[in-house]
């Protein structure tokens, strides 16, 4: 994990080392500030066999571009692929063609099935009502309504008739 050093990459980063840390034991997990090591140094943390996996919990504009230019540069010489925070999506300044050199893969806090009925029903009926696709915000909340309102139903099925 490569960190600027930003107050708010904590909300991002101890979450996701908590649950690595229960949940990969075996592998090599190092974290560094950027401020204490440097762009130039970073090769020394990267290992030159197998993949690399460099976790940015960072949303600052001059970090991101240093390190993904730095990352880009090291990626002749080293395998690397890039976890990036959610929020990674609504940046705009962030080039596509070197997220993809640099194997990136942004996190995000909801999974869609696509293929399961209620959510091929809930896109059709939003498709023709709204002519559009439904967003992020639209998704989770069809999603919470949904968990809601079988909770609700399942309750009431249960209690006795007063």
Same mark, same amino acid.
Do not use: C
């Given at each position: 994990?490569? /960190? ?10 101890? *979450?996701?080392?908590?649950? /690595?840390?229960?949940?990969? =034991?075996?592998?090599?997990? !190092? ?14 943390? %990267? ?7 460099v976790v940015l919990p960072a949303t600052d504009r001059n970090f991101l571009l240093s390190i993904t230019k730095?990352?880009?540069?090291? !990626? ?9 925070? *959610? ?6 300044? %962030? ?9 990136t893969h942004i996190t995000s806090s909801y999974k869609v099935d696509y293929k399961t009925p209620r959510v091929?029903?809930?896109?059709? =009926?939003? /498709?023709? =009502?709204?002519? %559009?696709? *439904? ?14 309102? !079988?909770?609700?139903?399942? =309750?009431? /099925? %249960? !209690?006795?008739?007063?």
């Amino acid at each position: 994990m490569i /960190r600027s050093g930003q107050a708010d990459e904590f909300k991002f980063a101890v *979450p996701f080392k908590k649950y /690595r840390d229960s949940l990969l =034991k075996q592998t090599t997990f !190092s974290e560094i500030g950027i401020k204490a090591i440097g762009y130039e140094h970073v090769y020394k943390h %990267l290992n030159p066999v197998g993949l690399n996996v460099v976790v940015l919990p960072a949303t600052d504009r001059n970090f991101l571009l240093s390190i993904t230019k730095e990352l880009l540069k090291l !990626s002749s010489n080293f395998q690397i692929a890039v976890i990036g925070h *959610p929020g990674w999506e609504k940046l705009q300044f %962030l080039d596509a063609a070197t997220m993809q050199k640099l194997n990136t893969h942004i996190t995000s806090s909801y999974k869609v099935d696509y293929k399961t009925p209620r959510v091929e029903h809930f896109l059709a =009926k939003y /498709r023709a =009502k709204y002519s %559009l696709e *439904p967003s992020e915000y639209a998704i989770k909340g069809f999603d919470i309504a949904y968990y809601f309102a !079988s909770l609700m139903n399942k =309750k009431v /099925r %249960l !209690s006795p008739m007063t």
